[in-house]
């Protein structure tokens, strides 16, 4: 004679289980996610945002500007001719999005008719933000121009 067997226990028994496996496998995988942030303070930065909207205004009025010269690849930086008669003093800041350790930033060093330039050729293809920030008179300026350096 055959009996049924009743295959509820069983089936409950495997829910749990693959319950139980699916949460353990979200636990290790949320503990083990590395979240890192593009820079480490973000928060001062935010915080002095509304001084470097007061220079980008500067900055607009002023006639400076940033171009990416592809074919050369270099960064030309081309500050206004009347502000070099003034001490200047400022960084040049390759920002990467994508990748923070790639960031470079330099000495802002304008030639006597107002213009610097950068080589960026051996830099990694792909998005970058190049912010100028410089002081003089007395009156913060910054400058911000995206540019996509492209594969070789």
């Not at 590395?34 to 500067?58: G, P, T």
């Not at 000495?107 to 610097?116: K, T, V, Y």
């Not at 830099?123 to 933000?129: D, N, P, V, Y």
């Amino acid at each position: 004679m055959k009996t049924n067997r009743n295959l509820w226990p069983l089936g409950i028994c495997v829910v749990f289980a693959l319950f139980f496996i699916g949460m353990a496998t979200v636990v290790v995988i949320a503990a083990t996610h590395r979240d890192h942030l593009v820079s480490d303070n973000y928060y001062e930065q935010e915080l002095k945002f509304q001084s470097q909207i007061d220079s980008a205004a500067r900055t607009s009025q002023s006639g400076a500007a940033i171009r990416y010269d592809a074919a050369a690849g270099c960064l030309v930086i081309a500050l206004p001719a009347a502000q070099m008669a003034q001490k200047i003093s400022g960084t040049i800041e390759l920002y990467r999005p994508a990748e923070a350790k790639l960031d470079r930033e330099f000495l802002l060093e304008p030639q006597a008719d107002g213009s610097q330039t950068l080589n960026v050729s051996k830099l990694a293809a792909g998005l970058w933000l190049a912010r100028v920030k410089w002081n003089t008179g007395g009156e913060n300026y910054f400058l911000e121009q995206k540019i996509t350096i492209a594969g070789k």
